[in-house]
């Protein structure tokens, strides 16, 4: 139930992570990509309506005045030019618009503007006029001044169909282009209120959709991490709510278990130590008796191994459940590590005196380190880990032990050389009941968390690892100073 809890823990926590940072990227994208767009396409309409206007303004005014001249100026070049000079003298519209007399060779002859007359433009307007006898527009700059012009150039036809000249009318785009920039200025204005509407319309989502999926991520994470029975606040009447309940409802039911587990355990634990204790002691006494052989003497060496054994899960069990229910207690004092290390590993090889293993242990404490500790409770932890180092990594012979200062902490390494464990269930190794797959001793699997709890008691921390060179690794962090027993 724990990991199933912890899976949907890490599940809504990915979840909601996941889901704002989705959310805010996807929306947000897509509503500048629909701005950009939008602007985009205001640009090119807003562009061709002013130009399309200014356009078929300019040909509308070149039309009319040729068809003047075709039906009233004169029959000869000097009426066409007498005709074209008064025409430029009563011109209204020359603030706004010039207005060009241009001979069949391109030169401007005439203009309403002095700066142009006598000048060739060259433009492919005036070109294509005379070829083809149409108004011909063009859209370019004034090569004197770079100036953005637009131009429509209509051909004077006499009534023999002869091109006798150009009139052209010119405008400039500055005035166009600055509107159209101001348009498109408050085109992008409007497009960044709604970029921060939409952002803010986001952030009213994730308060009231994303927020409360994340509280209840955080309490579910603290339901995982053993705070079962605790229930969330719930709030809300909808899908929300829902999730809610059902979160509830599993940590109740999960509490329920835990405490019908621990009870069963503390139980069962209380029940087996007294015969176990019967059997440790007439095992012992017969051992001493002179009237048994040889193989009943092995026999009872058996039985006493196994009991021992069977002993030491007890009280590991029993430790457990004392560590769960909040009555595990440290009798703390100065202690110095080093030695309290050196008696653990003395008592251990006493315990392995038929055992071929060799034991290589370095110090490297100039002086004696004095730290907050129970003397008992480390050396529970420092026998079990030798213990499981000898269990786990038998086939390698060997066990190192290190002592060293690492920063303000005490650091102790417990190497074997055995097998190693798989990557992937290092992290659950200090979890209760667990058993890595790939081992086949016997045992309760609850070695390795009680000692991690004992050391966290301590302010401490207790890390597994793969060796680099081969073999499993714990490595202990105990603090010289600071709280210890919380």
Not at 44 to 58: D, N
Not at 198 to 216: A, G, Q
Not at 395 to 404: C, H, N
Not at 457 to 485: C, I, K, R, W
């Amino acid at each position: 139930m724990h990991v199933v809890f912890e899976s949907i823990a890490r599940f809504y926590a990915n979840f909601t992570r996941g889901l704002r940072r989705r959310w805010l990227r996807g929306t947000v994208f897509i509503a500048l990509l629909v701005v950009v767009l939008v602007v985009a396409m205001f640009a090119v309409i807003i562009y061709s309506y002013y130009f399309a206007t200014i356009r078929t303004g300019l040909e509308a005014k070149a039309r009319t005045a040729t068809d003047f001249f075709a039906n009233y100026v004169g029959r000869s070049y000097e009426d066409y030019y007498d005709s074209a000079f008064r025409y430029a003298e009563t011109f209204r519209e020359a603030d706004r618009i010039e207005m060009q007399f241009l001979t069949r060779d391109g030169r401007i002859m005439i203009s309403t503007s002095a700066m142009t007359s006598g000048t060739s433009p060259g433009s492919p307007d005036i070109e294509e006029a005379i070829r083809s006898g149409e108004i011909s527009t063009w859209v370019g700059r004034r090569s004197a001044t770079g100036e953005r012009i637009m131009a429509a150039s209509a051909p004077m036809i006499y009534a023999d169909g002869e091109v006798i000249g150009v009139m052209r009318y010119v405008t400039s785009l500055r005035l166009v282009d600055r509107q159209v920039f101001f348009n498109l200025l408050a085109v992008i204005g409007v497009g960044l209120i709604v970029l921060g509407m939409v952002f803010l319309l986001n952030l009213i989502f994730i308060r009231y959709i994303i927020t409360p999926v994340s509280e209840i991520t955080k309490m579910s994470q603290r339901i995982a991490d053993g705070s079962y029975g605790i229930q969330i606040n719930n709030a809300y009447r909808d899908e929300i709510g829902d999730m809610v309940e059902s979160i509830n409802e599993m940590s109740l039911k999960i509490a329920q278990t835990e405490k019908i587990q621990k009870g069963f355990i503390s139980s069962i634990s209380h029940e087996l130590r007294t015969p176990l204790t019967a059997i440790t002691g007439w095992g012992e006494t017969l051992t001493y008796s002179e009237d048994l052989d040889e193989d009943s003497k092995r026999g009872i060496e058996i039985i006493l191994k196994e009991a021992r054994r069977l002993t030491k899960m007890v009280e590991e069990l029993l430790e457990f459940t004392m560590i769960e229910d909040g009555r595990f207690t440290l009798n703390i004092a100065q202690i110095d590590i080093g030695a309290e290390l050196e008696d653990a590993i003395f008592t251990f090889k006493e315990l392995l005196h038929q055992d071929e293993l060799e034991f290589e242990y370095k110090n490297d404490l100039r002086d004696p380190v004095m730290i907050p500790g129970d003397t008992n409770r480390l050396k529970q932890v420092f026998l079990n880990l030798f213990d499981n180092a000898l269990k786990y990594g038998r086939e390698g012979k060997r066990i190192d032990v290190y002592l060293g200062m690492l920063d303000e902490d005490v650091i102790i390494t417990i190497r074997d050389f055995g097998p190693g464990v798989d990557d992937d269930e290092l992290d659950n190794l200090k979890m209760k009941f667990y058993k890595g797959s790939n081992s086949k001793e016997r045992g309760s699997g609850i070695g390795l968390a009680v000692c991690d709890e004992i050391i966290k008691y301590h302010g401490g921390q207790l890390e597994l690892s793969n060796a680099d060179s081969g073999g499993f690794m714990v490595t202990l962090m105990l603090p010289t100073s600071g709280t210890v027993g919380e």
